[in-house]
């Protein structure tokens, strides 16, 4: 699996390779690396928080999963636009077999105000 993610550039357009990472077995990583959320997807997906690969193909779909977390890596993100590319590869062939984009846009925290009574 390759992930790259790219920046929003001050001069515009997409700045590539910002932060690569190159995985054999990305699952084994997510799991080692993201314990919490890990076990938080199973529960979501399977009713297992202790369940591990292998996933057969079909279709899975996880709901109100929250975005807050406690990354190791990186450890730091600036404010601005980021676009991540993931592509996962056939670990015989090397082809290319499944491919997802994302776009995401860090912001400083705000402060939720109280609504006036």
Known sequence: MLGQL???SSRGGWKENFFRLE???PLSYMRKMYPTEWRNVMTRVFNDPERGPPFFPGFYSVQNVSTDYEM???PVYF???YRATMRAYSRVTRE???CERATLSVVPK???RRPHP
């Open 6 to 8: 790219a920046s929003w």
């Open 23 to 25: 995985l054999d077995q």
């Open 72 to 74: 190791k890596v990186p």
């Open 79 to 81: 404010y601005g636009n």
């Open 96 to 98: 290319l077999v499944a």
């Open 110 to 112: 705000s402060i939720r």
